[in-house]
Structures are given as C-alpha cells and as structure tokens.
C-alpha cells in the first residue's frame, strides 16, 4: 500500500499555505457594458444575464450593486 504523506496537514497554519482557493464576495466583479444612448438594454448573447446598459441605466444598475454589498 502506498503511504500519503501527511506533512501538509499537521498544523492549522501549514493547512492555510497549501489550501488551494479562498473566494470572498469582496473580491467579486460586477461587469457593466455600456452603450451611447438613453433608456437602452441591449442583451448580450453570449453573456445570458448582462446587458449592454445606457449611462441612465447604469446608474440604476449600480445603485442596485451597492445595496447588495452592504
């Protein structure tokens, strides 16, 4: 039978060092797409839930952003 080492597990601070990923909603990116215009929604295809969005708009969508991350 094949032995694991077990090194990179013995201590809470080694544990920390080789943990693959930590992901925290801080570090989270909201993309905007903007586009010439007034009251404009333009879906983008490829990307099914944003939308090119019209300075007007976006403004809107931004407000929206920051009460989420309060």
Known sequence: MIQRPRRN?????????????????????????LVDGKNKNNAIKSLPTISQL???NA???????????E
């Open 9 to 33: 597990r013995k201590s809470a601070a080694i544990r920390a060092l080789v943990q693959e990923t930590r992901l925290h909603p801080n570090q989270l990116v909201q993309p905007l797409f």
């Open 54 to 56: 019209s300075i007007d």
């Open 59 to 69: 403004l809107k969508e931004i407000e929206i952003c920051m009460k989420l991350g």
